[in-house]
């Protein structure tokens, strides 16, 4: 149950960030602001507010949100209409909740990196100014020695035989000159100690391991004023990542290779969020921050219904120099939500095969 409060309260930070970028920005732009939604209807609950007319309200479908702008598609019209006001206002507006989940990101990881937040430290060749240094599994290859033995992303490699917290070289350097002997390897998960004996295993390259990725995490604090700069390259550098990712994926979807593990809905999002919560407070900023970018590079793709679609057909009438006819880019959009709805349903179901073990474990706790 708390794993459903935990990944309620991350998709509402992320959803009502979202739309607050595009609510500030219209009401900023002089447009009328009909109703600021939490989730899909039906609707549940409604709060109206007597000074500005706008209806807040709390939908059934968790799966996002809305703000409902006068105007927006074309069919009232008036000084205070989205489709009075110049282009690059509407633009900016629809351009905003994007921007918000950058923002949010920005914020969260300056925020992490100011109390100190795990991250990646294989490049710091001195452990000054990094603390609770670990080697950590950050994935487990199918069919590999590895995940025969038990192990599991999110453990840390406490000991190698005689060798105490191994370092990441220091490990490839050990595993590589004993890859006919069994290892003795110690993680700890959670607070839990396991030590597991493991045989290598050559790779078709000549290197000899065990079957995981592994990265060396540390906490890294920094003084405010820093943590802030930080917080902001780090944006950057995670914006960048997230962009090639989604590249090399629908290049592999227009090549024809299967998706597989990469990506989640709804359901593998839940999963996720309680395996993260479980590792901590620190953990989850990183997280968040990481879904808020996804969200908002998702969201800016030129596909209808999406804010990246709506930029799309205001740019092809800037292009065109006379507005799209609203009915069809209407039935572009309706078009687009149906097919991402479709979408998160097909993924839900391979979410729901994919994480059954936790599915099933959750719901006995309940009943």
Not at 122 to 136: H, N, P, T, W
Not at 256 to 282: C, D, F, L, N
Not at 328 to 345: K, N, S
């Amino acid at each position: 149950m708390l794993t459903l409060l935990i990944f309620l309260a991350v998709l509402a930070i992320l959803v009502l960030s979202h739309e607050f970028g595009h609510f500030i920005v219209a009401r900023k732009s002089g447009m009328k602001v009909y109703e600021f939604g939490f989730g899909f209807p039906p609707r549940l609950f409604k709060y109206t507010s007597k000074k500005s007319g706008v209806m807040y309200s709390f939908n059934l479908i968790p799966l996002g949100g809305f703000v409902k702008i006068k105007g927006e598609d074309a069919d009232e019209t008036g000084p205070d209409s989205f489709g009075a006001q110049k282009m690059w206002k509407r633009a900016i507006t629809l351009f905003a909740g994007v921007g918000m989940n950058v923002v949010l990101a920005a914020v969260l990881l300056s925020i992490g990196f100011a109390v100190g937040m795990p991250q990646a430290v294989d490049s710091f060749a001195s452990v000054e100014g990094v603390k609770d240094r670990q080697l950590q599994i950050a994935q487990v290859i199918s069919g590999k020695p590895a995940e025969a033995a038990g192990l599991k992303p999110g453990d840390s490699i406490t000991r190698l035989d005689a060798i105490e917290q191994p370092r990441l070289k220091q490990m490839q350097e050990y595993v590589a000159a004993n890859k006919d002997k069994e290892i003795s390897v110690t993680v700890k998960r959670g607070t839990e100690t396991i030590t597991k004996k493991i045989k290598p295993f050559v790779y078709e390259s000549g290197r000899a391991g065990i079957g995981v990725g592994l990265a060396e995490i540390g906490t890294v604090k920094y003084p405010w004023y820093k943590a802030i700069s930080e917080g902001i390259l780090a944006t950057g550098y995670y914006l960048k990542e997230i962009v090639l990712a989604f590249y090399l994926l629908i290049r592999g979807l227009f090549a024809g290779e299967p998706v597989g593990e990469a990506v989640s809905g709804p359901v593998g999002i839940a999963v996720m969020t309680g395996q993260v919560a479980r590792m901590g407070w620190a953990y989850m900023i990183n997280f968040v921050a990481l879904l808020s970018l996804n969200l908002a590079i998702i969201n800016i793709l030129p596909i209808p219904a999406l804010d990246g679609g709506r930029l799309l057909f205001l740019g092809l009438s800037k292009i065109l120099r006379r507005p799209i006819t609203p009915r069809y880019e209407q039935v572009a959009h309706t078009v687009g939500f149906v097919l991402l709805m479709l979408l998160v349903v097909l993924v839900t179901v391979k979410d729901i095969g994919r994480f059954s073990g936790a599915i099933g474990a959750f719901f006995q706790k309940i009943f």
